[in-house]
Nanobody, 115 residues
Framework: QVQLVESGGGLVQAGGSLSLSCAAS?????????MGWYRQSSGNQRELVAS???????NYADSVKGRFTISRDNAKKTVYLQMNSLKPEDTAVYYC????????WGQGTQVTVSS
């Protein structure tokens, strides 16, 4: 499976910003793939926050549209998530995701937004 190394996350006040990054490493990576970010808070199911295909098509959960921006750098094999105007409801563990013939997830990074 693809190995994913995440960075970023932390504690921020409501209205602030954070940026997450995730680098993918594997012996074989298919040209056609999708990368994104899931999140999971206490008592909730893991939900897809944003995704971006190898062709550049993006998708966002309604709750983050207009506030979060996903991007990727194919040369660096890295996906990013810029989070602006953060709300306490955004507090969760965020997981990087790689999807192709199989799925892989990062170790998770904690994002906490204080009110």
């Amino acid at each position: 499976q693809v190995q994913l190394v995440e960075s970023g996350g932390g504690l921020v006040q409501a209205g602030g910003s954070l940026s997450l990054s995730c680098a993918a490493s594997a012996g074989i990576i298919r040209s056609t793939n999708i990368m994104g970010w899931y999140r999971q808070s206490s008592g909730n199911q893991r939900e897809l926050v944003a995704s971006i295909t190898s062709g550049g098509s993006t998708n966002y959960a309604d709750s983050v549209k207009g506030r979060f921006t996903i991007s990727r750098d194919n040369a660096k094999k890295t996906v990013y998530l810029q989070m602006n105007s953060l709300k306490p409801e955004d507090t969760a563990v965020y997981y990087c995701w790689f999807g192709s013939l199989f799925n892989s997830w990062g170790q998770g990074t904690q994002v906490t937004v204080s009110s």
